[in-house]
């Protein structure tokens, strides 16, 4: 779902962690897999429970604005938590480049979608397959609900 943004955004994120955290070159690049994954556990996660207008609201936000919203809160503790464990840097650095890398992701993502205008959900559906997941989500649940005849819509 997220390969493409990360591969155009990727330059950018590692540069800002490197630039603004302290953390050397290779730190940086194995921080951004991590993130990748992050990012997709928990937008994937918010689109089971139908918060498409809570990563809209994300990603529409800059500044303070985009510091005090709750998803990018959340984002920013998982990342925390995962490069704490998988990369053992210091809980004050894992901090700083959580909260770098995932500023940096935001804002990088926001301008991959939209330019300079506010992101809309078909940005969201056509540019990071997001509709794809929706759908399929949609045809599993049925498949569960209607049993047998559910096999036909999947």
Known sequence: ???Q?????????ISSMTEKTGINLEQAKAVLPIAK???QTGLTDEVKAGNISGILGMLNSSGAGLQQNSLFGNLKG???QNILSKLGLPESVA?????????????????FLSGDAD???????????MGGMV????????????????????
């Open 1 to 3: 779902m997220l390969d």
């Open 5 to 13: 943004l990360f591969n155009s955004i990727g330059g950018d994120v």
């Open 37 to 39: 994954d992050t990012v």
């Open 78 to 80: 998982m990342l925390m």
């Open 95 to 111: 901090s700083l480049v959580a909260g770098t890398g995932m500023t940096s992701i935001v804002e990088n993502a926001s301008q």
């Open 119 to 129: 992101v809309k959900q078909s940005d969201l559906t056509s540019k990071l397959d």
């Open 135 to 154: 759908g399929n989500m949609a045809k599993g649940m049925l498949k569960d609900k209607l049993g047998g005849i559910g096999k036909m819509f999947g």
